[in-house]
C-alpha cells in the first residue's frame, strides 16, 4: 500500500519542521520523516550544544581572570566535566522536546522514523511502507568528514559527534584540522584544563580568512597555551585507548584524544537518489538552481545537503524562500542572500562578505580601514582588548564589500554591516549613523571613516 501526501519533507533539521508548519497551515498533509533525532545538526551536535561547551569554557576562563577585576576567589577553579557534559545533554534534550512538540501539534503532519529512500522520483521508502508525493523537499544534513589517513581507522578517534560523549577532561586532545570547528573545541577543552594541539596541513588557520585574521587567531590559541602545528604534509597514527602516538611529518607525539575536524560531507550517498534522478556534484552535494529546485521537477534540497551553506541560519533561509515562492507568490533567490557567520573562539570572529584577498584579485580599486580593539571602549572597560576590526569597501560605489569584526562581541557587532549589505545600503550611510555608546558597534562609523587605498 502506498499512502500520499501533498508534501513529503525527509529530515528535520532547521529546515524541515518550519516547512512543515507553514505547509500544513496552507491545507497541505505532510510527511516529515527523520531517521535519527529531531532537530538535527544545530540541536544534536552542533552549535546548541558546542555553545554550551563554549560557555561554560568561558566560565572557567572569567573566574580564573577574577582577581584582575578585583573579584576574590579562594583555591583553584575546577572543572567537574560530568556536568559540562549533563548540561549539555540537558540542552540538547529540552531542545528536542520542543521540536517533537511542535511537530506533534501541527494538524495534517505525519511524523515517520526512518531511514527513506527514493524508490523513483516521487516515491519513498521508509521500512515496507512507501510514500508518494508531488512535492518532495530534502533536508539530510551532513556529517563530519573522515579523511583515509594512515592508522586512523586503529584508533578510538573522536568527531564532533563522539566528543560530546567526553565525561572526563582529555589529558592531551590533538585536533586534526585547523578550521572552525576545531577551532572552537580547541579554547573549549583547553580552558577546561586539556593540552591542546591542533594540527593543520595548510600553511596558516582558517585559510579561507585573511592573513592577518588568521595570524591574530592564532596568537590568541597559543597565548593560552594551545600547540599549533600548520604546514604539516604526513599524518600517519599509532595506539590504542588512551595511548595514542600522532607522527606529525616524523615527529611523534603523545596524546589521549584525537579530534578529526577537517571538513563536512553531505549525507546524500544512501538516499538513492540515481533512482530519483537527482544530480549531485563530485562531494555528494545535492545540486540546486537560484531556488532551490533541484535537476528533478518537484524535488528541492535545503540546508547543509545543497553545499549552497553549511550554517543554521542559512539553512532557515533556505525554508524561508522556498516558502514564500511556493506559498506567497515570491520570487526569492540564493542569490539574494548576504550571509555572515562566526568563529566562536573568545573573542569571537564575525565575518560578511568578501576578504580583503578576494577584493585584491577583483581587479577593482577599494578601501581598506582596520582598527585594534584597544581603541573600543568597550573592550577597554571590559578587559578583552585581543584582535580587531576591519572593512573593505568598493572605492566606487562606497558599497560595502566586507568585513571582519575579531574582538569583544564580534559575532554581534558584525550585524551592523550585515544588515547594512542586505538592503544595499553604502558605506557612506553606515558612516552617518549614530550608534549607541558604549558599544562595540558605535566603532563602524569611525572605521568606514578611516577606509583609505591599500598600501602599495
Not at 188 to 195: I, L, M, P, Q, Y
Not at 312 to 340: C, F, K, M, Q, W
Amino acid at each position: 500500500m502506498t499512502r500520499r501526501f501533498d508534501a513529503i519533507i525527509v529530515g528535520a533539521g532547521q529546515a524541515g519542521p518550519p516547512l512543515a508548519d507553514r505547509l500544513t497551515k496552507a491545507g497541505q498533509t505532510v510527511a516529515l520523516m527523520e531517521r535519527k533525532f529531531l532537530g538535527g545538526t544545530y540541536v544534536n551536535t552542533g552549535c546548541m550544544p558546542t555553545m554550551t561547551l563554549v560557555a561554560s569554557a568561558r566560565a572557567a576562563h572569567v573566574a580564573r581572570r577574577a582577581a584582575d577585576f578585583g573579584v576574590l576567589i579562594t583555591g583553584d577553579v575546577g572543572i567537574d566535566m560530568a556536568k559540562v557534559k549533563s548540561r549539555a545533554d540537558t540542552v540538547i534534550a529540552h531542545a528536542r522536546e520542543g521540536v517533537r512538540a511542535w511537530l506533534d501539534g501541527m494538524d495534517r503532519c505525519m511524523v515517520i522514523e526512518g531511514h527513506a529512500r527514493f524508490d523513483d522520483a516521487h516515491t519513498l521508502r521508509v521500512g515496507d511502507d512507501l510514500l508518494t508525493s508531488p512535492q518532495i523537499f530534502l533536508n539530510v544534513g551532513a556529517r563530519a568528514t573522515v579523511p583515509d589517513m594512515p592508522g586512523l581507522g586503529a584508533i578510538p578517534y573522536l568527531t564532533n559527534t563522539s566528543i560530546l560523549a567526553l565525561d572526563r577532561v582529555p589529558a592531551h586532545l590533538l585536533i586534526i584540522g585547523g578550521s572552525y570547528i576545531g577551532l572552537e573545541y580547541a579554547q573549549t577543552h583547553r580552558r577546561f584544563g586539556a593540552r591542546v594541539t591542533v594540527v593543520e596541513r595548510g600553511p596558516r588557520l582558517i585559510g579561507r580568512e585573511d592573513e592577518d585574521v588568521s595570524a591574530e587567531v592564532r596568537s590568541i590559541l597559543e597565548g593560552e597555551g594551545i600547540d599549533i602545528r600548520t604546514g604539516v604534509v604526513s599524518i600517519t597514527f599509532a595506539g590504542s585507548g588512551e595511548s595514542i602516538t600522532v607522527s606529525l611529518d616524523g615527529d611523534p607525539v603523545a596524546c589521549s584524544h584525537v579530534l578529526i575536524a577537517v571538513g563536512r560531507t553531505p549525507n546524500t550517498r544512501d538516499l538513492g537518489l540515481d533512482r530519483a534522478g537527482v544530480s549531485v556534484d563530485t562531494r555528494g552535494y545535492i545540486t540546486v538552481d537560484d531556488e532551490l529546485a533541484t535537476s528533478v521537477p518537484g524535488i528541492w534540497a535545503l540546508g547543509d545537503c545543497n553545499g549552497r551553506g553549511a550554517f543554521t541560519h542559512t539553512a532557515y533561509n533556505d525554508y524561508e524562500i522556498i516558502a514564500a515562492n511556493l506559498l506567497d507568490g515570491e520570487r526569492r533567490r540564493l542569490s539574494d542572500r548576504v550571509s555572515g557567520y562566526a568563529l566562536y573562539i573568545d573573542p569571537p570572529l564575525g565575518r560578511i562578505g568578501i576578504t580583503e584577498a578576494e577584493a585584491r584579485t577583483r581587479g577593482k580599486p577599494y578601501l581598506i580601514a582596520k582598527r585594534p580593539m584597544t581603541h573600543v571602549g568597550r573592550a577597554v572597560e571590559r578587559d578583552e582588548t585581543l584582535g580587531f576590526m576591519k572593512v573593505v569597501v568598493d572605492a566606487g560605489t562606497r558599497a560595502i564589500l566586507g568585513a571582519a569584526i575579531l574582538g569583544c562581541e564580534g559575532d554581534e557587532a558584525i550585524h551592523g554591516f550585515i544588515d547594512m549589505m542586505s538592503v544595499g545600503a553604502t558605506a557612506t550611510q553606515l558612516q552617518r549613523t549614530v550608534p549607541i555608546h558604549p558599544t562595540v558597534s558605535e566603532l563602524l562609523p569611525t572605521l568606514i571613516g578611516d577606509a583609505r587605498a591599500p598600501a602599495e
